[in-house]
């Protein structure tokens, strides 16, 4: 009786020296990239937006989570800056977010100006695992996806990518 008593007595005692934090849910996940030198090459740009978005995909389904919003941002050499945003069905397949980056930046390109920087960002998180879409999945697709991250998981991202994502 006497020990529990000592064992509660030192609980209560005993300071905590480390701060409290306030636990909350991740709200993004992006990625950008300022370029060393501004540029014009479109193919070098969509490269770089296939690199980076099967690069958060792959944080997303390494988190096991969704998004449903996907954020593009280009900022051109002379500082403008210009943001489009499109909602999406929940999910983390590379292939329907490339799609929707890939729509975003059709339509946010058009100055053709020297681009200085892009941006992505997957917004709207939930938990989840890969969500099959009726029309876009098979159960060959979630395998393949599957097998692709266990390879980057074992050996690391950069050694599995889209061909697109490869700059000439």
Do not use: W
């Not at 000592?6 to 709200?27: A, G, K, R, T």
């Not at 992006?30 to 370029?35: A, D, I, L, Q």
């Not at 479109?42 to 099967?54: G, K, P, S």
């Not at 946010?108 to 969500?131: A, D, K, S, W």
Request: hydrophobic share 35%.
């Amino acid at each position: 009786m006497d020990i529990n008593r000592e064992l509660i007595q030192n609980y209560n005692n005993d300071s905590c020296e480390s701060p409290v934090v306030q636990y909350h849910e991740q709200e993004s996940i992006s990625t950008e990239n300022t370029f060393q030198q501004d540029t014009i090459d479109v193919q070098f740009l969509h490269a770089e937006l296939v690199r980076m978005t099967e690069k958060i995909g792959f944080e997303l389904r390494q988190q096991n989570k969704l998004t449903a919003c996907i954020t593009l941002k280009l900022r051109y050499s002379n500082f403008e800056t210009f943001t489009k945003q499109l909602t999406i069905p929940y999910t983390n397949s590379d292939h329907i977010l490339l799609k929707a980056a890939t729509e975003l930046f059709a339509k946010l390109y058009e100055r053709r100006m020297l681009v200085r920087l892009l941006g992505i960002r997957f917004t709207h998180l939930i938990p989840g695992n890969n969500q099959i879409h009726m029309f876009d999945d098979t159960q060959e697709m979630i395998k393949l996806y599957q097998a692709i991250d266990s390879v980057k998981k074992q050996y690391g991202q950069g050694l599995l990518m889209k061909a697109a994502a490869l700059q000439p």
